[in-house]
């Protein structure tokens, strides 16, 4: 992988993180129902991916690095709890 392909990469997570900074309104639970992934999994990748490049970056320092701030903090501000809908559209995708 060339310098400049690792630079856009890291450009492009930098977006995304951005995009999903700016709508927080977006539930995980709306990302996993859509996507199969969400802000936590992408904190789960971060710390593996630093693992696998001989680093540590723990769960929870990559929750702050996705989320821009700790979870916990988060979670008070902006998560919402689950619709029975929401709830019913995750099992059902959970169930394929």
């Not at 129902?33 to 630093?50: D, E, G, P, Q, V």
């Not at 990559?62 to 998560?79: C, F, L, N, T």
Request: charged letters at 30%.
């Amino acid at each position: 992988m060339s310098d400049k392909q690792t630079a856009i990469e890291a450009a492009v997570f930098r977006r995304l993180l951005k995009h999903l900074d700016d709508n927080k309104d977006v539930q995980n639970i709306d990302l996993m129902i859509l996507a199969n992934f969400c802000r936590n999994c992408l904190a789960k990748w971060y710390s593996a991916a630093a693992a696998e490049e001989g680093d540590s970056v723990d769960y929870e320092a990559a929750r702050e690095i996705v989320y821009g701030m700790p979870y916990s903090e988060w979670k008070d501000h902006y998560q919402q709890e689950a619709t029975p809908e929401q709830l019913a559209a995750f099992e059902a995708r959970n169930a394929k």
